[in-house]
């Protein structure tokens, strides 16, 4: 006899399913949707694998919801949060709100600056005012300001993702807060008509909260103030999960934050030599740090770059100490005081973290010799998860591929989880070839672009267009757009030709188009039926060897660095880009890797065994007669 729970699972994802069009029974949705609820019965912490096609996200939210408990679904990309709230949850509160008690709520929540800020706006207004803010912006900035200033007037949401066109960076930032800057709807005119408090306000109450990966990371650095107590946290996309939180804990010291306090500051203070610090300040610690881009810095931090640091937090010190003297009647000077002694607050408490000894965290430069910037990150994200997260609340993590060492990268404790791999309902075997051109030079011998060229173009001729071209880096990716733009008789698009969604969008609608891009399109691609016949990696996607923090962690490992790092990483990312191919039941076509150490190095077959069930070929005769089998079939 089923388990309860389990039938009551089943029964309401059937009445949700059963209102879709072409509505189908997919074994592994079942299977994960079951064991979802299993783990959150008992409080245990589930990893799941879901292939591509299982349909993963009702998968979670099914049980999610039966369980009656409050839930977080922190997401990586903008277009799930959109499908999420948009699509799925709307589905889910109709067909399963009859069999509730209550009516289904939700809410997407991001951070404090994606919402328009009314004190900056009523600033805006103040023409006196909007002037001395606007004149260091272009013509065309100063226009979208004023399309953002009649914008607000009639949103509902302030959220700039509701917005039909993209501002300016410069004119957003005119209309908007950071975290680090606002100094709280408490000591703010507008703080009770507040968007961003709005949204918050909802996130406290709503059964389930969409966030983004770093905003859910900045809620575990500040102890839970920004999305409020939740029961469950389901991380989908977790294979990005480490690198989220590595991102969001640490530190960064560059010379465009210095000068953005500079700034503040002058807002509210017309002193020129207090701006003048501000800038020469900035200037040391960009001649300081320089000579150490892309490599790692001794901590704790010493010698220049320390001095530099201590310097820039006396001037902040001294520029708290002057904001403290003013007093102002007017509204908008006091706000504009408060933004300015928030941002140098935080900026000082960073300070006071980076120049105390970071046990457990790697410093090193980033970026290049003119903008540059001195970060810390910490070395093992496992402790900081295991305080905030696995001793909190029951985790789902989940993804189309699940690294093998997920589990102690982000310090899972060894007994305190389940992991299950469930299979795509697609027919890899019959729709779809895994290309190696191992007859290619190996990356490490350099010079080898005429060949790879040549395989591009044999490929692409093959397929008629109907290809993604990926790249691992944007130098690459030039030279073969260089090479075979004016070669081939088709249209090759271009990575930032076009914003990513409309890009996608004219590649999807003439099938001959191929688009070359680089690591950041090996997910969120989503192009079914003919137009996608063909996805080419031009190399394994490794870490770069120089990449100061991943040197760091493989010195950590030790000896079998290359094992528990490069390869899951290289594994997981080339999953990731071969699962743009395959996206519906009817899909077909070839997964083409332009790297021979798919074949010719012993970790081949572990990284093969990450990918789906292909069938395996290195002849280029075999690839091109499975394109063109491939594209007469549909």
């Known amino acids: 006899m089923a388990n309860p729970l389990d039938q009551e699972i089943l029964d309401a994802l059937r009445l949700v399913t059963s209102t879709l069009t072409n509505a189908e029974e997919r074994q592994g949705q079942d299977e994960m949707a079951v064991l979802v609820g299993r783990a959150l019965n008992k409080n245990r912490h589930l990893i799941v694998q879901a292939g591509t096609g299982t349909g993963k996200t009702l998968g979670y939210l099914v049980p999610a919801i039966i369980s009656g408990r409050r839930v977080v679904v922190s997401t990586v990309t903008k277009a799930l949060q959109d499908q999420l709230s948009q699509s799925d949850l709307p589905l889910l509160a109709k067909a399963l709100n009859p069999t509730r008690e209550a009516e289904l709520t939700w809410t997407v929540l991001k951070g404090r600056s994606n919402y328009l800020c009314r004190q900056r706006i009523a600033e805006l207004e103040d023409r006196t005012q909007a002037k001395l803010d606007l004149d260091e912006i272009s013509a065309r900035g100063k226009a979208d300001v004023k399309r953002l200033v009649e914008w607000a007037k009639t949103t509902e949401t302030g959220d700039e993702g509701e917005l039909d066109w993209q501002p300016q960076r410069n004119a957003w930032s005119m209309v908007s807060v950071t975290s680090e800057e606002c100094p709280g709807a408490a000591r703010c005119p507008h703080g009770e008509t507040c968007f961003a408090e709005r949204a918050r306000s909802q996130s406290q109450t709503a059964d389930i909260v969409i966030v983004n990966g770093w905003l859910y990371a900045l809620d575990i650095v500040t102890e839970g103030t920004i999305i409020g107590e939740h029961d469950v946290v389901i991380f989908d996309e ?45 200037a040391r610690l960009r001649d300081a740090v320089a000579p150490s881009v892309n490599k790692r810095v001794a901590l704790p931090i010493d010698g220049e770059s320390r001095e530099a640091l201590v310097e820039v937090r006396g001037r902040a010190n001294e520029a708290l100490e002057s904001l403290r003297t003013i007093s102002t009647g007017d509204e908008s000077a006091k706000q504009r005081k408060l933004r300015a002694q928030s941002l140098c607050t935080r900026f000082i408490e960073d300070l006071d973290l980076a120049l105390a000894d970071r046990s457990g965290y790697v410093a090193y430069v980033s970026g290049n010799s003119e903008r540059c910037s001195l970060e810390m990150r ?164 490794f870490p770069v060897p120089t990449d100061p923090l991943m040197s760091a962690r493989r010195d950590a490992y030790g000896k079998s660095a290359f094992t528990a790092i490069d390869i899951p990483i290289a594994a997981t990312k080339l999953a990731q880009a071969a699962g743009r191919l395959i996206r519906t039941r009817t899909d077909m076509g070839v997964v083409a890797v332009l790297d021979p150490r798919l074949v010719t190095k012993g970790y081949g077959r572990s990284i093969i065994e990450m990918l789906p069930p292909m069938e395996f070929t290195n002849k280029l005769a075999r690839a091109k007669e499975f394109l063109d089998y491939a594209v007469k079939s549909r």
């Not at 480490?242 to 807002?267: C, H, K, N, Q, Y």
């Not at 044999?458 to 990926?470: K, N, Q, S, V």
Request: net charge negative; aromatic share 6%; proline share 6%.
């Open 238 to 282: 977790a294979h990005e999960l480490e690198d989220v939180v590595t991102d969001s804990v640490g530190l960064a010291f560059s010379p465009g934050r210095i000068t953005t306090i500079g700034s503040a500051m002058r807002s509210i203070i017309r002193d020129d030599a207090m701006s003048g610090g501000f800038a020469k300040s900035a």
């Open 378 to 541: 910490p070395l093992n994200v496992g402790p900081t998860l295991h305080q905030s997260v696995w001793s909190q609340r029951t985790a789902i993590l989940t993804s189309a591929t699940i690294p093998t060492n997920l589990p102690q990268r982000i310090g899972l404790p060894e007994d305190g989880f389940d992991a299950c791999n469930v299979a795509s309902p697609f027919d890899y075997e019959s729709h779809s070839l895994l290309y190696c051109a191992s007859h290619l030079p190996d990356p490490a011998q350099g010079m080898r672009d005429n060949a790879v060229h040549a395989e591009i173009s044999d490929l692409i001729t093959a397929a008629g267009g109907r290809t993604l071209a990926l790249f691992t880096s944007y130098a690459r990716l030039d030279a073969a757009h260089d090479a075979l733009a004016d070669r081939l008789g088709c249209q090759i698009l271009k990575q930032d030709d076009l914003p990513k969604m409309e890009l996608l969008r004219v590649f999807a609608e003439e099938e001959s188009t191929c688009l070359f891009a680089t690591q950041s399109f090996f997910q969120g691609v989503d192009v079914p039926g003919r137009t996608l016949s063909l996805v080419i990696i031009d190399r394994l996607p």
